[in-house]
T-cell receptor, first 115, second 116 residues
Framework: AQSVSQHNHHVILSEAASLELGCNYSYGGTVNLFWYVQYPGQHLQLLLK??????LVKGIKGFEAEFIKSKFSFNLRKPSVQWSDTAEYFC?????????????FGGGTRLMVKP | DTGVSQNPRHKITKRGQNVTFRCDPI?????LYWYRQTLGQGPEFLTYFQNEAQLEKSRLLSDRFSAERPKGSFSTLEIQRTEQGDSAMYLC??????????????FGPGTRLTVL
C-alpha cells in the first residue's frame, strides 16, 4: 500500500523566513500529487497540484512545490512566509492505477508563523 | 460554485446511538468521497461514489457504517451503535471525473462527531 510521509510535524518560523516542508511517498508508479492547507477554523483547501509536465508547480498565495521523481518527493516551498500562512499543511498522493483516485494523506505539518 | 457543504457541523451522541451525516457536493460533480480524520492525523479514505454507485469501501468502514448517494447528488453516512472510537472529523469531498489527469477533490468543512 502506498504511504505518504511528512517529516516535520511542527514548524515555527518568523515572518519573512523561507519555508520548505518535506513530503515523500512510497508508490513507484505514476502519481498525482497535491498539497492541501487547513487554516484555523476552516476546511481543507487545495494549495497546488501536480499531474504531469513541468515538475515545478506554482500554487496560490506564492507557494510552489517541486516533484522530484528520483527522490519520491514533492516538497512545498515559499520564499517569504507571512503570519497569515499559519495553518496545517497536508501532502496527498494518488496514483494512475487507482481507478477511484482516493487520496492518501500524510500526517500533516503544523506551521506557526510568528509576527 | 458553492462549495461542498456538510451537516451537521458538530454532533455529540451517546455510545450506542445511531447518527447520520449529510454531504452536498459541488453541483455537477459526479464523484463523492468520505474520509475520516482523527486528531493529529491526515484524513483517511472511507468510501466513494461515482454518481449513485458506491464503488469502493475501505477496510476502515466496518459493518456499522453505511453510506448512500441515492440520486447521485447528496450523500449520507450513517453510523449505527456508535462507539467512542468513532469520535473523529468526517470529511466529504467531491470531484468532476473526466479522466485521471484532471480529477481534483474539493473538501467540505466536515462533521465533528463526539461519542460520549
Amino acid at each position: 500500500a502506498q504511504s505518504v510521509s511528512q517529516h516535520n510535524h511542527h514548524v515555527i518560523l518568523s515572518e519573512a523566513a523561507s519555508l520548505e516542508l518535506g513530503c515523500n511517498y512510497s508508490y513507484g508508479g505514476t502519481v498525482n500529487l497535491f498539497w492541501y492547507v487547513q487554516y484555523p477554523g476552516q476546511h481543507l483547501q487545495l494549495l497546488l497540484k501536480y499531474f504531469s509536465g513541468d515538475p515545478l508547480v506554482k500554487g496560490i498565495k506564492g507557494f510552489e512545490a517541486e516533484f522530484i521523481k528520483s527522490k519520491f518527493s514533492f516538497n512545498l516551498r515559499k520564499p517569504s512566509v507571512q503570519w497569515s500562512d499559519t495553518a496545517e499543511y497536508f501532502c496527498a498522493v494518488t496514483h494512475s492505477n487507482n481507478a477511484g483516485n482516493m487520496l492518501t494523506f500524510g500526517g500533516g505539518t503544523r506551521l506557526m508563523v510568528k509576527p | 460554485d458553492t462549495g461542498v457543504s456538510q451537516n451537521p457541523r458538530h454532533k455529540i451522541t451517546k455510545r450506542g446511538q445511531n447518527v447520520t451525516f449529510r454531504c452536498d457536493p459541488i453541483s455537477e460533480h459526479n464523484r463523492l468521497y468520505w474520509y475520516r480524520q482523527t486528531l493529529g492525523q491526515g484524513p483517511e479514505f472511507l468510501t466513494y461514489f461515482q454518481n449513485e454507485a458506491q464503488l469502493e469501501k475501505s477496510r476502515l468502514l466496518s459493518d456499522r457504517f453505511s453510506a448512500e448517494r441515492p440520486k447521485g447528488s447528496f450523500s449520507t453516512l450513517e453510523i449505527q451503535r456508535t462507539e467512542q472510537g468513532d469520535s473523529a472529523m468526517y470529511l466529504c469531498a467531491s470531484s468532476l471525473r473526466r479522466d485521471a489527469s484532471t480529477d481534483t477533490q474539493y473538501f467540505g468543512p466536515g462533521t465533528r462527531l463526539t461519542v460520549l
